[in-house]
T-cell receptor, first 114, second 117 residues
Framework: AQSVAQPEDQVNVAEGNPLTVKCTYS??????LFWYVQYPNRGLQFLLK??????LVKGSYGFEAEFNKSQTSFHLKKPSALVSDSALYFC????????????FGKGTRLSVIA | GAVVSQHPSWVICKSGTSVKIECRSL??????MFWYRQFPKQSLMLMAT?????????EQGVEKDKFLINHASLTLSTLTVTSAHPEDSSFYIC?????????????FGPGTRLTVT
């Protein structure tokens, strides 16, 4: 069975500081890994994904994530946080084959303080 | 490209009535659509997987007679909440997977907030 863990319910960062939102996963097989962001009362917006290739993935709005197979992690990072980055972030995983749905982590609320 | 719409974006209904939510892929064909629900401050929970022209596959604990899913075409799936109760109040989100394209490419709708009074 697939699972995703986001160990932090809340992350607080000062504007301009680097941010990290943690994610670890568990799948049998090769993982497809995703990060999504959700603003209040809105659907999910795609940030980035890892399918194969370079372990460092760059996505929208200056976000990036590093796939670490040995640690089964896919942490989301940004060098300099903005107040507008404050939102709910979800990590998701699916196995690489078949029409299987995404399995989501519980989400991490990021608060960037001016 | 790859836009998914949901209608309505929000709905309030009385207990005991039924509500239909539409999910459309506007500029691509979707072999598979997924329906999720999200409670306040919680993650998305998969309800069912909908394949065009066949019966939906429901997750454990989801009542198929209460949450009717119809995937009539490659661009439309509907979720009908029958005999709605206040505990059905939630944020319902659909996603669509392209007919062609890289596996794992799913696109999410903006969500529908259902409030049952």
């Amino acid at each position: 069975a697939q699972s995703v863990a986001q160990p932090e319910d809340q992350v607080n960062v000062a504007e301009g500081n680097p941010l990290t939102v943690k994610c670890t996963y568990s799948v049998s097989g090769n993982p497809y890994l995703f990060w999504y962001v959700q603003y209040p009362n809105r659907g999910l917006q795609f940030l980035l994904k890892y399918i194969t290739g370079d372990n460092l993935v760059k996505g929208s709005y200056g976000f990036e994530a590093e796939f670490n197979k040995s640690q089964t992690s896919f942490h989301l990072k940004k060098p300099s946080a903005l107040v507008s980055d404050s939102a709910l972030y979800f990590c998701a995983v699916r196995v690489s084959s078949g029409n299987t749905p995404l399995v989501f982590g519980k989400g991490t609320r990021l608060s960037v303080i001016a | 490209g790859a836009v998914v719409s949901q209608h309505p974006s929000w709905v309030i209904c009385k207990s005991g009535t039924s509500v239909k939510i539409e999910c459309r892929s506007l500029d691509f064909q979707a072999t598979t659509m997924f329906w999720y629900r999200q409670f306040p401050k919680q993650s998305l929970m998969l309800m069912a997987t909908s394949n065009e022209g066949s019966k939906a596959t429901y997750e454990q604990g989801v009542e198929k007679d209460k949450f009717l899913i119809n995937h009539a075409s490659l661009t439309l799936s509907t979720l009908t909440v029958t005999s709605a109760h206040p505990e059905d109040s939630s944020f319902y989100i659909c996603s669509a997977q392209r007919l062609s394209g890289r596996a794992g490419e799913q696109y999410f709708g903006p969500g529908t907030r259902l409030t049952v009074t």
